[in-house]
């Protein structure tokens, strides 16, 4: 739904509307890191927490919202001067509402994250994608330009904390322990310190990018980027999701922990890597048909992207290990390594423009996830090779469906969208038969098995 929604305001609106957006959210979301503090993780991987630390947790989180609030209203006019955007102001302003709202919720996703309780908290999203989205199509179709995003955004906030509460039978009471906090401090300050480096190495190009390159590139670079991570965020993360509160469990058990770990990789490599390859064949059939003409500059940048996003969505496994094994303090020190390597990528690229800045960072991911994938091998006392084994035969599969799709498209004419949705469907089932070619999958008793379940 987000991916379709996506498309949809891409034809509505301009690549300068995009970018407006991605330059208030780059801010938006840092300062929201401090809204959350760490606490919600905390809770989860902490076995023993009990109401009082979630009641102090939770007006904690209610004092911060509000001072972020106000502290993010004061910032904007300083925000849209660095921009040198005026209209960005009034944006600015109107959003930060958002830490206010988000800090009722915290606790309560927390604690069914924790019970792992996924079929509310999928019930959550999907109403309120859904919801939300309608709201900023609706606004698109009526002109409302920039701000059909804008209210897209803060009517996700607020259905999402409607849903919450009403899921949720958790409530707070009026109990606050200074005490309470300080036993959760030190895992979620750690914590924190690494959401910040992270968010800081993850927004750095669209900083620079804005202020250097200009709205109108970093609404396509913006495209381009949210059209590689849904697969992953939907995937990747929502596996991670899963295995925190499953990995704090068992966080003792190393042979559990590594052979689910290994069918946790290789269960997303068998979607992200086809995902990834599938839409580098198909990437200006894609973008012409699906968004529109005027995004024709993004398909060099998607076609880059399908290689970071190949190693993002192992990469995004990582951080579950850390967290599980009490290690939030070893990523933060990472991180700091990361943003240097970020930053020095952006600046060489920057000098060839956007695909320089695009290839640059996709090297830099490349090199961030093995070295961070050597430091969880470490932990879990995982050998490397077994690794690379789990993943070697779902990228081989990939890569020939790529090549075939690639063959194919230069004979089958895909002029519309629904010759581009034939194709997808026939190269699926091409990828499935491959997969039951490569005993990846297996039909036994009328149920379909994959290798990894075994």
């Keep these: 739904m987000q991916f379709v929604i996506t498309i949809i305001l891409a034809r509505l609106l301009s690549p300068n509307d995009f970018g407006l957006v991605a330059m208030a959210t780059v801010f938006l979301n840092f300062v929201a890191i401090f809204g959350e503090f760490g606490i919600s993780s905390a809770l989860i991987q902490k076995q023993d927490a009990q109401d009082r630390h979630y009641y102090s947790a939770f007006w904690l989180n209610i004092v911060v919202g509000a001072v972020l609030t106000i502290a993010f209203f004061l910032m904007a006019p300083l925000i849209a001067w660095f921009y040198k955007k005026p209209e960005l102001k009034l944006i600015l302003m109107v959003i930060s509402i958002n830490f206010f709202i988000s800090a009722f919720v915290i606790i309560q996703q927390a604690l069914l994250m924790k019970e792992m309780d996924f079929k509310k908290l999928a019930i959550r999203d999907i109403i309120a994608v859904l919801l939300s989205g309608l709201v900023g199509i609706i606004l698109a179709y009526g002109g409302m330009g920039v701000w059909s995003l804008i209210y897209q955004l803060l009517t996700f906030t607020i259905f999402n904390a409607i849903l919450l509460w009403v899921l949720s039978p958790w409530r707070p009471k009026f109990m606050f322990s200074m005490e309470a906090i300080k036993e959760i401090f030190h895992f979620s300050a750690n914590l924190t310190g690494f959401s910040v480096l992270n968010y800081l190495s993850s927004n750095l190009d669209k900083l620079i990018i804005g202020k250097l390159l200009g709205a109108e590139i970093l609404g396509y670079y913006t495209l381009a980027y949210k059209i590689m991570i849904y697969p992953l965020q939907n995937i990747s993360g929502v596996i991670g999701k899963v295995m925190l509160p499953a990995f704090s469990r068992i966080n003792t058990e190393f042979e559990r922990i590594k052979t689910a770990y290994l069918k946790m990789l290789r269960a997303i490599s068998l979607i992200t890597f086809p995902l990834m390859l599938g839409l580098f064949a198909v990437a200006n059939e894609f973008v012409t048909i699906v968004c529109g003409k005027q995004w024709q500059p993004v398909v060099d940048i998607i076609r880059i992207f399908c290689f970071c996003g190949l190693f993002k969505s192992i990469g995004t ?37 956007i695909i320089g ?42 890569l020939i469906l790529c090549f075939s799709m690639i063959i194919a498209g230069r004979i089958i004419i895909i002029s519309n969208l629904r010759s581009l949705m034939i194709f997808a469907v026939l190269c699926g089932f091409g990828y499935i038969f491959m997969l039951w070619i490569s005993k990846e999958l297996s039909i036994e008793k009328n149920k379909i098995k994959f290798g990894f379940m075994q």
Excluded at 373 to 398: D, N, Q
């Design 317 to 353: 496994t990582v951080g579950t290990i850390y967290l599980s094994k009490g290690r939030a303090d070893l990523q933060f020190k990472l991180e700091f390594l990361n943003i240097a390597v970020i930053f020095l990528a952006i600046i060489l690229g920057v000098r060839w423009g």
């Design 357 to 398: 800045v695009t290839l640059f960072l996709t090297v830099q991911s490349i090199f961030w996830v093995c070295l961070n994938l050597y430091f969880v091998v470490r932990l879990i006392h995982l050998k490397a090779s077994s690794l690379f084994f789990e993943l070697i035969k779902p990228f081989v599969i990939s």
